[in-house]
T-cell receptor, first 114, second 113 residues
Framework: ETGVTQTPRHLVMGMTNKKSLKCEQH?????MYWYKQSAKKPLELMFV???????ENNSVPSRFSPECPNSSHLFLHLHTLQPEDSALYLC?????????????FGPGTRLTVL | AQTVTQSQPEMSVQEAETVTLSCTYD???????LFWYKQPPSRQMILVIR??????QNATENRFSVNFQKAAKSFSLKISDSQLGDAAMYFC??????????FGTGTRLQVTL
């Protein structure tokens, strides 16, 4: 596997379910990001991790819980979601947590909350 | 806060022709980077081109080039010799000293025969 991978690619869940999204980067990067992409809205940054430490939580509801066990893996744990949480969730990584670095994105997980 | 505006929700270009996608941004910072990303139907966001604000020379990557006008806060993308594979959503993005990427709402590019 190369670049940034995300699993699953599609996820349908009920509002009472608990599920997790997984992101893995094979680029040797040290910073990882979660974004939410909704139709007709700009990408919204959710969380940033730098060297496994959370450096940014962009006022995300607590029903989204990130986890970064190491610099290569990032998870987004989901519980008691709402239908408005349906969106494409993108993971990205950079070599450093720096504005000069290009972000590399995964293919995303399409989440549908029923 | 920085904002990025893409005023063209959809554009269409014929194969082999040239198209320009517009992007404007608002910032009070002097050092920043600007990016164009492409998101094809497969959904993977791919970097097309990047520009550092301190560089006056416009960036070029093969058929893709930018027109960076710092004073006007404008950053347009020109695609020459358009190909069917260029059909995608194109996002303009700004990265400033807060180390966050701010995206525009995107322009959907259609390429016709």
């Amino acid at each position: 596997e190369t670049g940034v991978t995300q699993t699953p690619r599609h996820l349908v869940m009920g509002m009472t379910n608990k599920k997790s999204l997984k992101c893995e980067q094979h680029l040797g990067h040290n910073a990882m990001y979660w974004y939410k992409q909704s139709a007709k809205k700009p990408l919204e940054l959710m969380f940033v991790y730098n060297f496994k430490e959370q450096t940014e939580n962009n006022s995300v509801p607590s029903r989204f819980s990130p986890e970064c066990p190491n610099s290569s893996h990032l998870f987004l744990h989901l519980h008691t979601l709402q239908p408005e949480d349906s969106a494409l969730y993108l993971c990205a990584s950079t070599q450093r947590y720096a504005f000069t670095d290009t972000q590399y994105f995964g293919p995303g997980t399409r989440l549908t909350v029923l | 806060a920085q904002t990025v505006t893409q005023s063209q929700p959809e554009m269409s270009v014929q194969e082999a022709e040239t198209v320009t996608l517009s992007c404007t941004y608002d910032t009070s910072e002097s050092d920043y980077y600007l990016f164009w990303y492409k998101q094809p139907p497969s959904r993977q966001m791919i970097l097309v081109i990047r520009q550092e604000a301190y560089k006056q020379q416009n960036a070029t990557e093969n058929r893709f080039s930018v027109n960076f006008q710092k004073a006007a806060k404008s950053f347009s993308l020109k695609i020459s010799d358009s190909q069917l594979g260029d059909a995608a959503m194109y996002f303009c993005a700004y990265s400033g000293t807060a180390s966050k990427l701010t995206f525009g709402t995107g322009t959907r590019l259609q390429v016709t025969l």
